[in-house]
């Protein structure tokens, strides 16, 4: 069978991200997990919180946006 494209695929919200503040609704909302993956094999905590923080920021803009 034909895989899949990658994005496509569920990823597993890394516990080192747990551990910096990201939770399971967060990462569902993250669209573009590859970057924050990339921070956490790096072990760049400080750039991934900030990454994260931004995200919940825009998470919440959507969803303030979308009750509208």
């Given at each position: 069978?034909?895989?899949?494209p ?18 399971a609704?967060?990462?569902d909302?993250i669209?573009?997990k590859?970057s ?6 790096a ?8 990454r ?13 946006a979308?009750?509208?």
């Amino acid at each position: 069978s034909p895989k899949a494209p990658a994005e496509f695929v569920p990823v597993e919200m890394p516990a080192q991200l747990a551990e910096w503040g990201c939770d399971a609704a967060l990462w569902d909302a993250i669209k573009s997990k590859g970057s924050l993956l990339k921070l956490v094999e790096a072990g760049n905590e400080e750039y991934a919180r900030k990454r994260l923080e931004r995200m919940r920021e825009l998470v919440a803009a959507d969803a303030a946006a979308s009750q509208e």
